[in-house]
């Protein structure tokens, strides 16, 4: 395993910049998922990582070495794609071994490898199969066992679990967790997944348009998001935000229709008075008999044991979750209060989190 460290990174595409300057650095034997939308960079850093693109400028380092004029199979990283690339004429075994059996190694060791890989991902069974003769995720864990025999320095993942229904999703994000629990080595994975990137992740990297947005374990991206991009983006659904001003000699905040709300100082020491971008939980509100803020309802979503009722606050949209048993009445307006301890303030000019 090693680390892996970029300094200002940046890409250009003529005159066009994708990728910003950017700073990161990945511990060795941390798996840290890059989380963004299409389009935002997050999969040409990871390609210019393993030196399938190069960089414009800066500078990135794996281990104690500098690798940006290294070609990629001196960078001791092995990637995964999106699409398996398996070659269809091969066998499964032909497939796993074919880097070892271009570098010139033995047959009988190379089949040890194959072997002592295909244990790991129980593909035992399938060693004599085509690729066409498997299924979505048995071919993903082919693409992992060709990377894993090469015994990388660093996994590079590219949206792999893409192409597989949701449920083969669940199944494959517990196995990529589980084998990186095994093996320890230093792992990247790029996703537009939120959900992949909070079940999977030791950090995440939030990238937007060719930034980096936040970066920070998955308790830390989603309870204190750093910006109004992240908050919206992180969840499901993502944090409520509402314009407001705030009223700090009053200790309350307004809303655009005259409805106010009570805060804490203790809660936003940083907050100034004026106009600020406010956000709540779906989960974290509660509908209420006291005195709060008047959603007006809209429709139901029924996730089973939850519902998500959508509405809105101040005339801007709003989501709450609710018990999904019981009555209710959702034609009418209701009140809905909010903890202190679930308000975040966000800067109403450029999205940073305030407090």
Do not use: W
């Not at 511990?27 to 393993?50: D, H, N, Q, Y």
């Not at 990186?180 to 030791?202: P, Y």
């Not at 406010?278 to 005195?291: K, V, Y």
Request: aromatic share 6%; net charge neutral.
């Amino acid at each position: 395993m090693a680390a892996v460290t970029l300094k200002r990174v940046k890409k250009n595409y003529g005159t066009t910049t994708v990728v910003h300057g950017v700073d990161l650095e990945i511990k060795a034997g941390e798996f840290v998922v890059i989380l963004g939308p299409s389009g935002c960079g997050k999969s040409t850093l990871l390609r210019m990582i393993a030196g399938l693109e190069a960089i414009t400028e800066g500078e990135i380092s794996i281990g104690s070495k500098i690798v940006n004029t290294l070609e990629p199979r001196e960078r001791g990283c092995a990637m995964v794609f999106q699409n398996y690339a398996l070659y269809p004429h091969m066998t499964v075994a032909e497939n796993i071994g074919y880097a070892l059996k271009v570098a010139g190694l033995g047959k009988a060791e190379r089949m040890a490898r194959i072997n002592a890989v295909a244990e790991i991902l129980g593909l035992e069974e399938f060693l004599d199969r085509k690729p066409i003769q498997l299924s979505g995720g048995q071919r993903q864990r082919v693409a992992m066992g060709r990377a894993m025999i090469r015994e990388p320095d660093v996994f590079l993942y590219d949206e792999p679990l893409s192409n597989l229904d949701a449920r083969l999703r669940v199944a494959m994000r517990a196995e990529i967790r589980k084998l990186h629990q095994r093996l320890g080595t230093t792992s990247l994975f790029v996703t537009h997944d939120q959900i992949e990137a909070m079940t999977l992740a030791d950090r995440i990297v939030v990238m937007n348009k060719g930034v980096i947005e936040q970066v920070g374990t998955p308790d830390e991206v989603y309870h204190r998001p750093a910006s109004t991009y992240v908050a919206s983006f992180v969840g499901s659904p993502g944090l409520n935000l509402l314009h407001v001003m705030v009223d700090r000699s009053a200790s309350c905040i307004r809303f655009k229709d005259g409805q106010t709300l009570p805060f804490e100082h203790g809660q936003a020491v940083l907050v100034p008075d004026g106009p600020a971008i406010f956000g709540f939980r779906a989960e974290q509100a509660q509908l209420s008999e006291q005195i709060g803020l008047t959603l007006t309802p809209g429709f139901q979503e029924a996730l089973g044991s939850t519902r998500l009722l959508h509405g809105t606050v101040a005339n801007e949209e709003a989501v709450i979750a609710i018990p999904g048993n019981g009555p209710l009445d959702a034609t009418t307006s209701m009140s809905v209060t909010i903890p202190a301890s679930a308000m975040h303030f966000f800067d109403s000019t450029t999205g940073r989190r305030l407090g």
